[in-house]
C-alpha cells in the first residue's frame, strides 16, 4: 500500500513567485551576478570586477586601437569600434548601478512575488487578468534572452563561418576575429597559430559575458512594467465587483477603502519602478542613438548591406524600441483607469460617502504613471520615434 506524504496531499499553486513564474530573467540575473540578494551585493561586485580584470587584455588593446584610428582618420574602423563602445559602456554602467541599487531593486522583485502568490486566493476573473499579463511580460522576458544571445553569437558565427567556407576554397585564406582589430605590440602574430585560436576562444569568452547582463536585467523592466499595469486593471475590476456585487453599504464602503489601499500599493509600487529604471533608462536614452548612427554610417562607408552590422543596427533599434513599448504601454492603461473607475455602477447606489471616496480615487488617477530616464527623458513611442529621427539628422551631418 503507497503511503501518501504531506507534499502529495498539498495541491500545486497556480502561481509561483518572481523565480519560478519568470525563470529565464531570475536566472540571467543569477548568471550575470546581478540578482539582488542584499546578502552579496559586495562579493558580486568583487567577482564582476575580477571578470572584468581577467577581459582587460582585450579591453585595453580596444581602446588602442579605437584611439589609433582616430588619430589616423580611419573612420570606418572608429565607427565600427564606436559601435562595440556603446555596448561596452552600457554593460559597466548597467552591471555596478544594479549592484549598487540592490537595495532598490530587491523590494521590487519581493513585491512581485508577494502578488504573485496572492492570486492563488483569487477569484477566477482576477487570475484571469493574471494569465494575460503574465503572457506580455514574458514576451519582453523571451526578447531579451533571444535579441542579446543572437547578436552574442553572431560575431564568432559570422567569423568562422567565413573562415570555414574560405578554408573549402583555398589553403590561403584570411583569419578573421571575433571582431578584427590590431592588436597593440602583437600585431605580427595576432594571426599565427597558436595565438590567433586562443583569442578567438577568449573573444568567445567575453561573448558569453555580456549576454545575461542584458538579458536580465532588460528583461526585469519588461516585467515589472506589465506587473504594474496588471495591478492597475486589478484594481478596476475590484471597484466594478464591489459596486456590482456588494450587499451592503457598509460591505461596500469596506471594500471600496480597500480598493483605495490597493491603489496606494499601485502607487508606491510605480514609485519603486521609476527609482530603480530611471537612471538605466536615461543611459540607454543617451547612448542608443549614437549606436545606430554609427550604424548608418558603417552601411554608408562600405556601400553595401554587411550582415553582421546591420543586424546590430536593427538589434540597436529594438533596444530603444522595446522599453519606450512597454512604458508606452503602462501609461495608455493609467490613463484609461479614471475611466474605468467611473464607468462602475456607482449611480445605483446613491451613497454620498462611497461616491465621495470614488471622486478621490479618480482625481488620483487622473495623474499618468509616466515612465523617465531620471525625470529628464520620458519614455514612449513618441520618443522612440524622435531617437529615429535624431540619429538619421546625426547620420547626414556626419555624411555631410
Not at 39 to 52: F, P, S, V
Not at 166 to 185: A, C, G, N, P
Not at 275 to 290: C, D, I, K, M
Not at 324 to 350: I, M
Request: with cysteine.
Amino acid at each position: 500500500m503507497e503511503i501518501q506524504t504531506s507534499s502529495d496531499l498539498t495541491p500545486k499553486k497556480k502561481y509561483e513567485g518572481f523565480n519560478e513564474t519568470f525563470k529565464l530573467c531570475a536566472f540571467s540575473l543569477a548568471f550575470a551576478f546581478l540578482y539582488p540578494n542584499r546578502n552579496t551585493a559586495l562579493k558580486r561586485c568583487l567577482i564582476i570586477t575580477a571578470i572584468i580584470v581577467f577581459c582587460g587584455v582585450q579591453l585595453f588593446w580596444f581602446i588602442a586601437y579605437t584611439f589609433k584610428c582616430l588619430y589616423t582618420l580611419d573612420i570606418y574602423n572608429f565607427a565600427r569600434n564606436m559601435t562595440l563602445a556603446v555596448v561596452l559602456v552600457l554593460f559597466f554602467v548597467k552591471t555596478y548601478y544594479v549592484i549598487y541599487a540592490t537595495p532598490k531593486f530587491a523590494p521590487l522583485l519581493d513585491k512581485i512575488s508577494e502578488d504573485l502568490l496572492e492570486a492563488n486566493n483569487l477569484e477566477e476573473d482576477f487570475q484571469k487578468l493574471y494569465d494575460d499579463h503574465i503572457k506580455i511580460a514574458r514576451v519582453g522576458e523571451i526578447s531579451w534572452l533571444v535579441i542579446p544571445t543572437f547578436m552574442s553569437a553572431l560575431f564568432p558565427i559570422y567569423a568562422g563561418s567565413l573562415m570555414t567556407i574560405e578554408s573549402i576554397q583555398s589553403d590561403d585564406y584570411k583569419r578573421r576575429m571575433v571582431h578584427d582589430m590590431e592588436l597593440l605590440f602583437v600585431e605580427h602574430i595576432q594571426s599565427e597559430t597558436p595565438f590567433f585560436q586562443c583569442m578567438f576562444a577568449y573573444n568567445c569568452v567575453q561573448c558569453v559575458v555580456l549576454v545575461p547582463n542584458y538579458c536580465g536585467f532588460d528583461g526585469s523592466f519588461c516585467i515589472a512594467t506589465t506587473h504594474l499595469r496588471l495591478k492597475l486593471k486589478l484594481l478596476a475590476l475590484k471597484v466594478e465587483k464591489a459596486f456590482k456585487h456588494s450587499r451592503s453599504r457598509h460591505e461596500l464602503r469596506m471594500k471600496v477603502n480597500e480598493s483605495i489601499r490597493n491603489h496606494q500599493d499601485a502607487l508606491d509600487f510605480y514609485v519603486q519602478l521609476q527609482n530603480v529604471y530611471g537612471p538605466w533608462l536615461f543611459a540607454v536614452f543617451l547612448l542608443t542613438s549614437f549606436m545606430i548612427s554609427f550604424n548608418l554610417y558603417q552601411i554608408y562607408l562600405l556601400k553595401r548591406i554587411d550582415p553582421k552590422y546591420t543586424s546590430f543596427g536593427v538589434v540597436g533599434v529594438l533596444h530603444i524600441f522595446l522599453p519606450c513599448y512597454y512604458a508606452s504601454e503602462l501609461t495608455r492603461t493609467s490613463e484609461e483607469t479614471p475611466e474605468d473607475f467611473y464607468l462602475v455602477e456607482w449611480e445605483t447606489w446613491a451613497d454620498n460617502e462611497v461616491t465621495k471616496l470614488l471622486i478621490f480615487m479618480i482625481t488620483r488617477a487622473q495623474k499618468e504613471m509616466i515612465v523617465s530616464g531620471m525625470g529628464l527623458v520620458i519614455f514612449n513611442m513618441e520618443l522612440f520615434k524622435s531617437i529615429l529621427q535624431t540619429s538619421f539628422s546625426f547620420f547626414n551631418l556626419i555624411t555631410a
